[in-house]
Each structure stands twice: as C-alpha cells, then as structure tokens.
C-alpha cells in the first residue's frame, strides 16, 4: 500500500481517466465512423454509446461508494460477485487486453512518425515501427518503476498538451461547418459520385459497424477504479469516472461529426491515419497536419504511459488477493509493481513483433482489445444488479438508490451483450482463446495460497471445461483464418 504522499487526487484520477481514452485512436475518428456509417448513423450510434456507457460509467461510479472496500475495481467487482474463478478472468482478460492496447498505441505512433519520415515507418509496423516500439515500450517500462505517483504527474502534463489541438481542430471545423452539406447523403443511401460517397447499408448495419470503434474509444472508462487503491478519498474515484466520462463523450461527438460540414462521408472514409490531420490540413494547410500529427504523438504516449500503470497495477492486486501467483504481488523500493510491470512489457514485446506480420495491425489491435474487455464491463455491470437486487447487500447512504442502482446494473449489462452481438463471433473466439490460456495461471495461484483445496468449485469446473473448449474452437478459428485476420 501507497503512504499517503504517493496517492492520487481528483485533478489527478480525472487525467487518467481522460488519457486512458483520450490515445492516438481519437484522432482517427472522423475516418473510422465514416468507413461503413452516414451521418445520421454516425449520431444514433453515439446517442446508443452515450446512453450505454453512461451506465457503466455511472456501475463504476455507484460501485465506489457501495464496496469503497473493493479498491482494485473490475478484479475485485468479478470475485465479489461472483467468484476467485470469475474474478481471476477479469483481471487477465483486462491485463491482456490493455497489453494489447498498447500495441495499438504503438502501431499508431510509428505511423505518425512516417508523416515526418516519409517511407521510415510504413503502416506504424514494417521493421523500423517494431525497432521503434520496442523502445517505447522499454523506457515507459523504466518510467513507471520509478514510480506510479510521477508517472500521474507526468501524464497530468501529457493530458493537457493534447487536449489542446483537439480543441483547436474542433473550432476550426465549426468554423467552416456547413449546415446544408452536413445533411447531403445523411442517411448513407446515395450514390454521389464527385463526393465519393455510395450505399452503405441499412441503418441498423451502418451503426452496428462503427461499435467497436466507439466502444474503442471508451476503454479506459474505469481507470480512476482499476487504481483507486492509490487515491486519497474513494468518493474521488467516482466523481472522477464521471468527469472523464462527459468530457469525452463530448469530444468523440464533437470530432465524428464536425469534419461532416465540410468533407464528405465518401472523402473521410478514404482519409489516411490519422485522419484529423488530414482533415486539418485540407482546411488550413501543412501546418494543420503538422499540429495533430505532432497531437497524436503526444495523445499515444501518455495515454500508453496510463495503460501501463493501469495493466501493472491490476495482475498485482489481483496477487495481493491470492488469485495470480505470488510473484506478481513484488514491489520495489519505488512502491511500483516490478514484476508484473516487467512481465507486461514483456508480453507486449512479444506482440509488437506479431503485428510485423500484420497488413492492417491497426484494426486488428482495435478489435481485440474491443472483445477483450467486453466480458470485464457485463461482469461489474452484473455485480451491480446483483447487490442491488438483494435489498441487505446495499448500502442505504450513498447517493444512488437501490432502485437506481438496479436499472443502472441491468440495463448497462443489455449494453455489454449488444456490443457482443456487435462484435461478432469470430472476435470473441478469439477473445476465448486468451482467456482460456490463463486457466493455468489460476491454478498455479490456488496451489500456491490454498494448497489443501480444489483449484475450483464444482461451478466453476464445469466454466473451465466450457472456456477450454470454447478456446479449442477459436484456435481452430484463428488457424484456418490467421491471413484474414491479419489483413
């Protein structure tokens, strides 16, 4: 535990909530949901994740002040509701997933950087982008083993500088927004050649296709709760959740639909990453794709600065509760998670050099940390309706009612199963296979603190058996489709 010179405030919680979301991929926007969706799509499909993760945001928030207890957050929400197992898979599927993550940061930064090196970083992941995101990866690995506190205070920095072209990109792009052309082709069902723009589907499909995106850049939602075992005051945890949750939403809005006055659906589908330069630069000129080049790069680094100490902190609580193997549980002298920070790093090493073989690494990293994360929202969301329909579980002095507490938990639970359905299964087979894999993680732990009883419960043999087998099928999956899913 943290002394209380080493925890985190408000100001603090909020910035990592806000990098936590705020990476390189919210630079990339404008392209991203206009690739398969028209604009009145595109605002359906935001209203649908606003209302959707305003529930889990507000789950994380309740579950604050309801298990103040809970201080290490999704892990700690799985195992209190349901189980060691349950908890033990929440805490790897989100370990792995923002290891992942990162790698998405990764394969987006050497991609910037060919803006200013042109043919040097081809894609973000030709050889030069792994040289260079290995490097990356090592010396933020350096940076928080010195420790979590000044690894915050730096982000803090890092949050501010790239807020600051998001918000200058945004008046500009007001600026010139045009009412009557924003609403040329707004439902995606025209062909207009000079605009580039063509079919795309019913609705229900054109919004379906932009939910990964948007469930993308909300990732990090609850990154004031996976550490508020270092904040100084618990309610802080929540207030934070929801100050990171509004100001985002906002944004994403902001950025999908603004570039929709002046560019069509048709040219911002085509737009290189990241596409707000692109569209900057059309606007204003060179400079414009100089500034959220030069946004992006500073948006990638501390956000994977966040996703660091977000993806040590977790397998290391996780082993304080003896559900990952002792060794995870070490700290050094700087209070920092070593061995969990060193096994992170390098796992995402070893990914840096599997998106080598990758033609579309970008979209492959989105979509796996997408699934991935997935079955962590349904599991706090669940945890939520389950407390506060057992009426001796739920606290009575908070400021949510039980009954509030009740439809938040519920209905954010429907939202995480829409996203499934979203998501595909091919996605989440895949998301089978990574879970399946640390079922021997699980049993090491249990050996290790509880030698004398079952790794599992009768329960959670036959959840082992039916993900094993799950897992089976999606490496089948991934063998006779790698090349597809590699791009």
């Not at 206009?34 to 959707?52: E, F, K, N, Y």
């Not at 006055?261 to 707000?276: D, K, N, R, V, W």
């Not at 959220?292 to 993806?311: K, Q």
């Not at 992170?344 to 991935?372: C, D, E, H, K, P």
Request: aromatic share 14%; charged share 10%; with cysteine.
């Amino acid at each position: 535990m943290a002394d209380d010179s080493k925890k985190l405030g408000l100001v603090a919680l909020t910035a990592v909530v806000i990098s936590a979301m705020i990476g390189g991929g919210v630079f990339n926007l404008p392209q991203n949901m206009a690739q398969s969706a028209g604009a009145g799509a595109i605002i359906i499909a935001w209203v649908i994740t606003g209302l959707g993760m305003w529930f889990v945001a507000n789950t994380f928030r309740i579950l604050a002040e309801a298990r103040p207890d809970a201080t290490t957050g999704i892990y700690a929400y799985g195992e209190l509701g349901f189980g060691n197992f349950t908890g033990f898979l929440m805490a790897w599927g989100y370990w792995i997933c923002n290891c992942f993550a990162n790698i998405g940061y990764a394969v987006l930064l050497m991609d910037s950087l060919d803006y200013f090196f042109p043919g040097y970083f081809t894609g973000g992941n030709n050889f030069n982008s792994v040289i260079g995101g290995s490097l990356v990866i090592w010396i933020i690995y350096f940076i928080v083993l010195a420790g979590v506190k000044g690894a915050t205070s730096l982000n803090t920095i890092g949050t501010i500088g790239k807020l600051v072209p998001i918000v200058l990109f945004l008046l500009i792009t007001a600026f010139v927004f045009k009412v009557g052309f924003f609403f040329t082709n707004f439902w995606g069902t025209e062909t207009i050649t000079y605009l580039a723009d063509k079919p795309l589907g019913s609705l229900l499909s054109q919004v379906k296709s932009t939910m990964l995106v948007t469930l993308w850049v909300f990732i990090g939602i609850e990154g004031a709760v996976v550490i508020s075992d270092r904040a100084k005051d618990q309610a802080e945890v929540g207030k934070a959740t929801l100050l990171g949750f509004l100001g985002c939403l906002i944004l994403y809005t902001l950025l999908s639909l603004l570039p929709l006055g002046h560019f069509s659906q048709g040219e911002l589908s085509t737009m290189a990453a990241p596409s707000t330069a692109a569209v900057l630069g059309g606007i204003v000129g060179q400079w414009g794709d100089w500034l959220m080049n030069i946004g992006v790069m500073i948006a990638i680094l501390s956000s994977w600065l966040v996703w660091t100490i977000m993806l040590a902190e977790l397998p290391f609580a996780a082993a304080k509760g003896k559900t990952f193997p002792k060794a995870f549980a070490k700290v050094n002298k700087n209070d920092s998670p070593s061995f969990s920070l060193l096994i992170s790093s390098i796992i995402m090493q070893i990914t840096m050099i599997v998106v080598y073989f990758s033609n579309n690494a970008w979209n492959l990293m989105l979509s796996i940390t997408g699934v991935m994360v997935l079955p962590c929202y349904i599991v706090c969301t669940a945890y939520l309706w389950k407390i506060a329909a057992k009426n001796d579980n739920y606290p009575t002095n908070i400021f949510a009612s039980r009954k509030n507490a009740e439809i938040t938990g519920l209905l954010g639970t429907i939202y995480g199963l829409w996203l499934v359905y979203a998501a595909g299964l091919n996605y989440m087979l895949l998301a089978a296979v990574i879970y399946a894999i640390g079922i021997p993680f699980f049993m090491r732990a249990r050996k290790e603190f509880d030698p004398t009883n079952p790794e599992f419960n009768k329960e959670e043999k036959v959840f082992s058996i039916v993900l094993f087998i799950l897992g089976i099928l999606g490496l089948i999956y991934l063998i006779m489709n790698y090349k597809a899913l590699l791009g």
